[in-house]
């Protein structure tokens, strides 16, 4: 097995080259197996519409049912899906299949225990025991299929009852498979609604499945513009990461969504306790002070947030790249549809244009991600070499790769959990600033590349 393919909060790699069907097999084969150790009976499994997805999914079932589990088929769906089949179901566990935001060519399994997302070492340990063929055979497994797209568009309209006035909406699904799923919940809200690559196609047609790439914004940013409308929301492909546009078309990154977000649960839940990562900007963690939240700076990752949210109780956290969490009246997991109906629901109640919602931000200067391509097998050297120049001449946050603390802002360097790649991002108090920090970080990273 390529051990680069166990990564921190999932499984990911090359489709047919990296793994096969025989693999999902297997892990289904080991999971199962776990689950059913410590008394658990049922899963649930479900897909994106990658071409290896439906293969990959077959295998997996298969491997669950072996181990004697009631295997509930979820069929093709997004990712918040297969979590909201957790809770509905009351299931002991599950996997997608998916490879979210990545290229058409890639695939991989989020792999849940109970009604948590494994990271880390619990990603390690399967790999471990999928070298050791650590599983066993057990009679009494059995598969049903289960449409689960129906009761969660139900329990979203339960909780998004109605707005306060309509909206004019785009969505940009990214031909993933929030496209099928998000517009009829918008419609039934009493929304007007045009969709960009709504139709899943794993070949990915229109743009890259990917929000947190401006070029990938550019059909949502003209539509939106064109058509006058309210908002632009975008998926990624597994519909687990929300991006947006306001009526100017300017992009809302992540941080700035979870400005308004935070300002919104706080005014229902003074002193909550919100949680973003390293990537975010300074201004968001000033802000939920401001509003009287108790802010936690932590590491990246879907699985690590959910998992920090659960220690600490947190109430609400967002990354960079548009994952979402919502604890106030939802479930705690990351779910681009149901952020995006929040969304919906503050620029409804404020009567008042999405651009002018953040417009108080203190004035600052910002960076999107930055992905600098690295091999799996060197990001992490460089990233720790990265975070040992830096520790002795600046002070530093190393809760995850470095953020160096400038005089005027701050730059960040870390190795990226789901690509080959290393993600940088600065901010600073002027554009002169930015482009020093840039500069200086940049430079650095290549004298750490030929060490």
């Known amino acids: 097995m390529n051990p680069s393919i166990f990564r921190e909060y999932d499984i990911r790699g090359l489709a047919e080259k990296d793994f096969d069907a025989e693999f999902a097999l297997l892990l289904g084969k080991v999971h199962g197996t776990a689950i059913a150790s410590w008394g658990g009976k049922r899963v649930t499994v479900g897909r994106d519409c990658r071409a290896t997805s439906d293969a990959y999914a077959t295998a997996v079932i298969a491997g669950m049912v072996s181990a004697g589990l009631h295997v509930y088929d979820i069929g093709v769906c997004p990712t918040p899906l297969l979590y909201f089949s957790l809770f509905h179901l009351d299931a002991d566990g599950g996997i997608q299949i998916t490879a979210s935001h990545n290229p058409s060519e890639y695939n991989g399994f989020k792999i849940c225990a109970g009604k948590d997302t494994l990271y880390g070492q619990q990603i390690q340990e399967i790999r471990a025991k999928m070298e050791r063929y650590d599983f066993r055979d057990q009679p009494g497994g059995d598969l049903e299929r289960y449409e689960i797209v129906p009761p969660y ?3 979203l309209l339960g909780d998004v009852a109605q707005l306060s006035r309509p909206l004019k909406v785009v969505i940009d699904a990214g031909s993933g498979v929030g496209g099928p799923v998000a517009p009829p919940i918008y419609r039934r809200l009493g929304c007007q609604v045009l969709e960009i690559a709504c139709v899943p196609d794993a070949n990915f047609p229109f743009h890259h499945p990917d929000p947190t790439v401006p070029e990938n914004l550019q059909m949502l940013i003209e539509k939106v513009k064109r ?91 967002g990354e960079m790249s548009g994952h979402m969490f919502f604890k106030e009246r939802y479930f705690g997991y990351d779910d681009a549809i149901y952020a995006s109906l929040r969304l919906l629901e503050i620029l409804a109640d404020t009567g008042r244009p999405l651009s002018s919602l953040i417009a108080d931000l203190p004035p600052g200067f910002c960076t999107p991600e930055i992905r600098v391509d690295c091999p799996d097998e060197r990001k992490f050297i460089i990233a720790k070499r990265a975070t040992e120049y830096f520790r002795k001449h600046y002070d530093v946050i190393d809760v995850d790769g470095v953020r160096v603390q400038f005089p005027e802002g701050w730059g960040l360097i870390r190795a990226s959990n789901t690509q080959p790649a290393l993600v940088l991002r600065f901010e600073a108090k002027s554009e002169a600033k930015l482009e020093e920090y840039r500069t200086l970080v940049e430079r650095k990273l290549k004298e750490f590349e030929y060490q």
């Not at 519909?239 to 308004?260: P, Q, S, T, Y």
């Not at 935070?262 to 300074?282: F, H, M, W, Y």
């Not at 201004?283 to 939920?288: E, F, N, Q």
């Open 153 to 155: 568009q139900s329990h």
């Open 227 to 317: 058509e006058k409308a309210d908002v632009g929301i975008a998926f990624d492909g597994d519909a687990d990461r929300l991006g947006a546009v306001d009526e100017r078309g300017n992009i809302l990154w992540g941080d700035e969504l979870l400005v308004l977000f935070s300002r919104d649960v706080l005014k229902r839940n003074p002193g909550a306790t919100i949680i973003s990562e390293v990537k975010c900007s300074q201004r968001l963690y000033d802000d939920i002070v401001k509003n009287g939240g108790q802010a936690i700076m932590w590491k990246a990752g879907h699985s690590l947030l959910k998992a920090k949210m659960k220690e600490t109780e947190a109430l609400l956290a």
